[in-house]
Structures are given as structure tokens and as C-alpha cells.
């Protein structure tokens, strides 16, 4: 799940995205000031436009709204009473996290791309990259899937040439650092780190 708000640019609407907007069969239906947004073939809900958000919710945010339990209880409750059924579950986990590179191997269908197995704390993602230096034995920067890169793109479960891949390796200038490399790359982290722990200097 992640939430946009723009007051100046797109006015005082709250954007709740909950899977891939760019279907072509997605379709709008609307109840008061609730819009769902919604595949045609599944039913399955893509998202909510909440309209006229700031008369339920006071919110300083102008681009990715940071979720919090209040708010994601506000928008529920919004979704509600406008006749909908979804309700929105609050994740306070972080997005962007150590992970370590405990395998990996070759693609078998792309020459540059590599197959890493990365334990993040909890958990172990299955994600392809295609960075020259990747190997197995690093400690990275993991951003998993509903994290939003400063360049506002959202991460998203992929099939890379036919391989699942989960989460995304990230380099210093993907991360927006001060001082990242002009070199492609990804940023490989001290072993100080703790697999797992939330990656602050984002």
C-alpha cells in the first residue's frame, strides 16, 4: 500500500494505490467522496481516491504520504462508510532494510542479470539484479516490495525474463546519497550492519 497527497497539484484528494495502476482493464466507480479503482476481468481493488481528504485528516505531506495507524484507521473507516469492504492493513515495518547476499547465481535467460538469494532479518527475497558488482557474501541496501525510491517510482513484485524477483538491490545513487558514484553499481555496506535493521541514511 502506499499514499500520494499533492493538495497544490492535484487538489485535496488522498491516493491509496494497492496494485499495479497501469492495468488496462481497470475501471472507476465512485460513492460520495470515495472512488475505487478496480479491475474489471478480477474485481480486485486497485486503489482509493479519497476526495476533499483534508476535512477527515490534517496532513502536511506534498507527494508519499508516511502511513501511520491514525491515518490508515481514518481512510478505513472513509472506505466504509461509503459502502466499500476493503479494509487497509497498517504495516509499520521498514521498506528499505540490510539484507545479505547468501547466493547467487546466473540468469538463465540474460547474460547481465544475476539470481540472488537475500536473507533481510525475517525473511529471504528472491531478487534478480543486474548490477557488474553484486556477489554473493554483500551486505546491501534491500528496498522491498511497497517501497518508494526518491524517484518516486514504487517497488513492485517483477518476472525478469521469466525469473520471480522480490525487492530490489539499490545503489547509492538510486538512494539518492550524497556523493553516490557515477559508476553503475550497488551499494555494498560495511559488515557492521545488521542483516535486517532499517537502512536510515535514506
Known amino acids: 500500500m502506499n499514499m500520494f497527497y499533492n493538495k497544490e497539484g492535484v487538489g485535496d484528494t488522498l491516493i491509496v494505490t494497492l496494485g499495479s495502476t497501469e492495468r488496462e482493464d481497470k475501471a ?56 466499500y469492504h476493503d479494509e ?50 554483500q551486505k546491501v541496501v534491500v528496498a522491498k516490495v511497497g517501497a518508494v525510491m526518491p524517484s518516486g517510482m514504487i517497488i513492485k513484485d517483477a518476472s525478469l525474463r521469466g525469473i520471480e524477483s522480490t525487492g530490489m538491490i539499490c545503489s547509492a545513487k538510486e538512494l539518492d546519497l550524497r556523493d553516490a558514484p557515477k559508476e553503475k553499481g550497488i551499494l555494498i555496506l560495511p559488515d557492521d550492519y545488521e542483516v535486517g535493521s532499517e537502512f536510515k541514511a535514506y
Open 88 to 137: 487497509l492493513v497498517y504495516d509499520a515495518s521498514p521498506k528499505f532494510v540490510v539484507g545479505y547476499v547468501e547466493e547467487m547465481e546466473k540468469h538463465p535467460n540474460a547474460d547481465k542479470l544475476n539470481i540472488c538469494q537475500v536473507n533481510i532479518g525475517e525473511e529471504k527475497l528472491q531478487i534478480v539484479c543486474g548490477a557488474p558488482n553484486v556477489d554473493q557474501g
Open 28 to 83: 472507476v466507480e465512485r460513492n460520495g467522496n470515495v472512488a475505487r479503482i478496480y479491475s474489471k476481468e478480477t474485481n480486485e481493488t486497485i486503489g482509493y481516491n479519497l476526495f476533499h481528504f483534508s476535512s477527515l485528516h490534517e496532513l502536511s505531506s506534498n507527494g508519499v504520504v508516511e502511513e501511520s495507524e491514525e491515518l490508515v484507521s481514518t481512510v478505513n473507516r472513509s472506505i466504509k462508510d461509503s459502502g
